[in-house]
């Protein structure tokens, strides 16, 4: 399962709601766009729940600016190492 796939889910079992943004977006929508990070808009009221969710899938704080969390780490999937972006609204 890819790192997409294994974050929708477990937000899904959490219930907890997000908008894919950034370059992985546009490629979604069909427009090749090279990329090496997935972009994340979360509510800030869940924030912390995000973050415990990343967290066990073996992310961690990198850097923190008001709204914006940038995490890293590692999830095992075909890509290999992917960056993680956070951005609470």
Not at 6 to 32: D, M, Q, S
């Amino acid at each position: 399962m890819g790192l997409f796939q294994t974050i929708n889910g477990e937000a899904g079992k959490r219930g907890l709601p997000f908008l894919v943004v950034g370059g992985l977006a546009v490629n979604f929508h069909g427009i090749a766009r090279d990329t090496a990070d997935l972009d994340l808009l979360v509510q800030r009221e869940a924030r912390e729940k995000w973050l415990s969710l990343l967290a066990e899938l073996g992310y961690s704080v990198f850097q923190e600016e008001g709204a914006f969390v940038q995490l890293s780490g590692r999830c095992s999937n075909t890509a290999g190492k992917w960056k993680c972006t956070a951005l609470g609204c």
